[in-house]
């Protein structure tokens, strides 16, 4: 069971409610998708991935990277319970998808890059470091359905 302090809470609560999930969301997996060009593969319906220039300029991609960014805001209203509260959506990714529980990791460690490049100096170590636990738990409980 993860431990969250008072502090851990507020650091996740600040960088949430002033989140630009629009900006942010195809960012980040526009940026997954250029960078680690093998997740290309689960959305070969979703129009031209060409390119990084097709890719940036896709709109199904920017419209599903702003919906996983708001899958992570039940994360943050469970922090006690986000094994619990990803169960389905790791089945889904699992059974359904069949995403390759790696992948997680790479989407969040771009999603990571753009949120630094947007706070700047706000994105300092320690909120860094509260950032990537709490990243890490909801990579962990994306994988815990598959077997
Ligand atoms: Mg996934 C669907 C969240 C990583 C590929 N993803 C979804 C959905 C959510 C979500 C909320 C919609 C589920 C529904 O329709 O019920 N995804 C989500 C999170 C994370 C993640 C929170 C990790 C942070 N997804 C992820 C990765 C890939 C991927 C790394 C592939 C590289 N997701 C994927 C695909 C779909 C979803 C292909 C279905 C898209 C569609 O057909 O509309």
């Given at each position: ?36 060009p093998w ?65 997680f ?43």
């Open positions: 069971m993860v431990e969250w302090s008072a502090k851990e809470r507020e650091v996740i609560n600040s960088i949430f409610s002033t989140l630009d999930y629009e900006d942010i969301g195809s960012k980040a997996l526009i940026r997954c998708l250029i960078v680690y997740t290309q593969r689960y959305f070969g319906a979703f129009g031209n991935l060409y390119n990084a220039e097709a890719i940036k300029a896709n709109p199904n991609i920017a419209a599903h990277g702003v919906k996983v960014l708001h899958g992570l805001d039940r994360a943050v209203k469970n922090m006690d319970n986000i094994k619990a509260t990803y169960a389905e959506l790791s089945v889904l990714h699992s059974e359904k998808l069949h995403v390759d529980p790696d992948n990791k790479l989407l969040s460690d771009c999603l990571t890059i753009v949120i630094a490049a947007k706070m700047g100096n706000a994105f300092t170590p320690e909120v860094q470091a509260v950032f990537q636990k709490f990243l890490a738990v909801v990579v962990s409980a994306l994988g815990k359905q598959y077997h």
